[in-house]
């Protein structure tokens, strides 16, 4: 329903932030990791927003980029993480090393992320490795010759990172950056991607 705010902040804390836009004051939920990336109180800014609705309540949370946002999203795919959940570890870890503890089966990683137990971070990776390495792109657009075919593991790494919130244009430059060889699988292929951009 809503994507963005653009508006002043009137209020930040580090739990919620007060955006007046158009005579509204809206309260954006935030975690405190987000605070010091988002913008200063009197700024005019754009925040990234999703809603969330359960039973009597609604609720916005806002984050620093598309990037927070869609990893806010993708993690509430996984059985029993609701949106607490999924913004203490938007705020706690950035979307690349998010993907790297993912794909790495990194629980250690994980598990520093506060209500995040081991067998919960086995959960998340268990249910999102799979959808990091199978999502499909839409390469209607795109005429670059190495991901023409929509089953490439080129293509398919780019659909991974898009996931997470980046750009078409900056996975595809990661790809070209990254060093990979025609031997390399999927995931080393996403993992040296990722290693090239900032995490």
Known sequence: MYSYIRGQ??????DYLIVEAGGIGYEVQ??????NALPAVGETAKIPVEL?????QM????FPGEEEKNLFRLVQTVSGIGPKVAITITGSISP??????ILNDDVNVLTTIKGIGKKGAQRLILELKDKLRKLELDLTST???FLSAPD???????????VLGYRNE????????CGRTEDDSLETVILKALKTMKV
């Open 30 to 35: 935030i975690h405190p990791g987000m605070v």
């Open 143 to 145: 005429s670059d010759e």
């Open 152 to 162: 490439s593991i080129d293509a398919q790494a780019v659909s991974a990172l898009m």
């Open 59 to 62: 609720t916005l949370f806002g």
């Open 96 to 101: 690349g090393a998010f993907a790297l503890a």
């Open 52 to 56: 969330s609705v359960r039973e009597d």
């Open 170 to 177: 900056e996975a595809r430059q990661a790809l070209q950056n």
């Open 9 to 14: 902040i009137i209020v930040k804390t580090p």
